[in-house]
């Protein structure tokens, strides 16, 4: 069902648009943290580790893609709140052609750069071997995840947000079984892991498009708009390039955040990996918030209403406030819990969780500034506007850089696990201070188009 976000209670249309998205992204992250639960009870804590120390990676060579593939479909959002169909059907038929384009570009690149890569990063002799080849089979994935993305956002251009849970939901139960029975009954290790990730990726990949094809006629191009055009190929470039690099900017960032960890050997980099996708599970609000604010902005971008999107923004920074403090407590509350699930009982915990416990109580401190940013990106993102947003990954690689170096030539851990918030406060600046310019922009280019 598409949903008309230019119409109706702000606060009630972002809620009932943000809550699926919120599931969604628990369901998609369960993904990559399931392949770390079950490597490390089944497998071991090393093998745990060798997973997450391609975390930063994974987030580097996906997140570009996906980066791409998501700034296509801000032209479809567009359309569609102004009410152009033909329009909205043709551009998703062009990003569709592009994103075969990244798909195998991304494929080839990240497969022939893994291995320096991961040597770059310090990566522990004792877990590279494991390392690599989750890694590598991750990335011969790139195609289902791109796919996925990118007709699970189409979907969410329209206001759908509730169709792509389903069938995220569905394959991420796939993905636990076919995990369970790769790693414990064929004994395929980290390479079972992935090869799970891969094909239940792909099953919702498949399922969107199915249901696209045969539900939303207003994504479904006719057979003559099959081609790539000046016009939308630009207009799409021009958002999806800049979204694109701002995930390459920030994933260089925990890159360089993941080298200095992996200083302290696997004990500290298995319990950071925990610690970590623990976080990126609870946080998903914040993720959720920002996302449903691009398909809003660009809604109402495209019917002209700037002041219906200065509203929107205010009332997702109200959520998002809440939504950041209630995360803080319950993280800070429950990490030992958390930290107990990713290993079998044979495994010292209480190894690891002073090294968590720095890392979560670090981070949990600066969670408001955290959820500002997605706001305030993804809004300025649905308007059209991708350079800022791009350099607030600039500002975020930055902090992250000067604070690791210091981390590295101090050899300080809780130093390294505060790469990440000084990131955050200043990129929460940087794009606080873009969004204010950037709506001014907007008025004046929304008042001119309507004389």
Request: proline residues 3%.
């Amino acid at each position: 069902m598409e949903t008309d976000m230019t119409k109706g209670n702000p606060l009630s249309v972002i809620l009932k648009f943000t809550l699926p998205l919120f599931i969604g992204n628990i369901f998609q992250q369960l993904y990559n943290m399931v392949d770390t639960i079950v490597v490390g009870r089944f497998v071991g804590p090393d093998a745990l580790a060798a997973v997450g120390s391609t975390g930063t990676i994974m987030f580097l060579v996906i997140g570009f893609s996906q980066g791409m593939s998501t700034g296509f479909t801000v032209l479809t959002s567009q359309r569609f709140g102004a009410g152009d169909e033909k329009g909205a059907r043709h551009s998703v038929a062009n990003g569709t052609i592009l994103s075969a384009f990244v798909i195998i570009l991304m494929t080839a690149i990240s497969l022939f750069f893994m291995k320096p890569l991961l040597r770059l990063m310090n990566t522990p002799d004792n877990i590279f071997e494991d390392a690599y080849t989750y890694i590598s089979i991750i990335c011969i994935g790139i195609v289902t995840n791109i796919i996925y993305n990118l007709f699970s956002s189409f979907l969410r251009a329209v206001g759908n947000s509730r169709v792509p849970l389903l069938f995220l939901a569905f394959s991420s139960g796939l993905n636990l079984i076919l995990d369970l029975l790769f790693v414990i009954v064929f004994q395929m290790g980290v390479a079972g892991a992935a090869w799970a990730t891969n094909v239940s990726q792909g099953i919702s990949a498949v399922l969107c498009i199915l249901y696209i094809y045969k539900k939303v006629p207003a994504l479904a191009p006719d057979k003559n708009q099959w081609k790539l055009t000046s016009a939308d190929t630009r207009h799409q470039l021009s958002v999806g390039i800049p979204m694109a690099l701002q995930f390459g900017i920030t994933a260089s960032g925990t890159i360089i955040m993941q080298s200095a960890i992996n200083l302290f050997g696997s004990t500290a980099v298995a319990a950071y990996t925990a610690a970590n996708k623990f976080q990126n599970l609870v946080v998903q609000g914040m993720i959720a918030t920002g996302q449903t604010m691009a398909t809003y902005s660009g809604q109402n971008y495209g019917k002209g209403d700037i002041k219906r999107i200065r509203y929107g923004v205010k009332v997702a920074l109200g959520i998002g406030g809440a939504y950041s403090v209630l995360c803080s407590a319950v993280i800070c509350l429950t990490i030992p819990f958390a930290l107990s699930l990713f290993f079998s009982g044979n495994v010292d915990i209480s190894a690891m969780l002073p090294w968590a416990k720095t890392y979560i109580y670090l981070c949990a401190a600066f969670y408001i500034p955290l959820g500002t940013i997605f706001i305030f990106r993804n809004t300025m993102q649905g308007c059209g506007h991708g350079f800022l947003p791009m350099m607030g990954g600039v500002v975020e690689l930055v902090a992250r850089l000067a604070t690791a170096a210091l981390a590295m030539r101090l050899l300080s851990f809780p130093l390294s696990c505060a790469c990440d918030p000084a990131a955050w406060v200043s990129a929460a600046l940087f794009t606080g201070v873009s969004y204010l310019f950037v709506m001014k922009k907007v008025e004046k280019r929304l008042v001119s188009r309507s004389l």
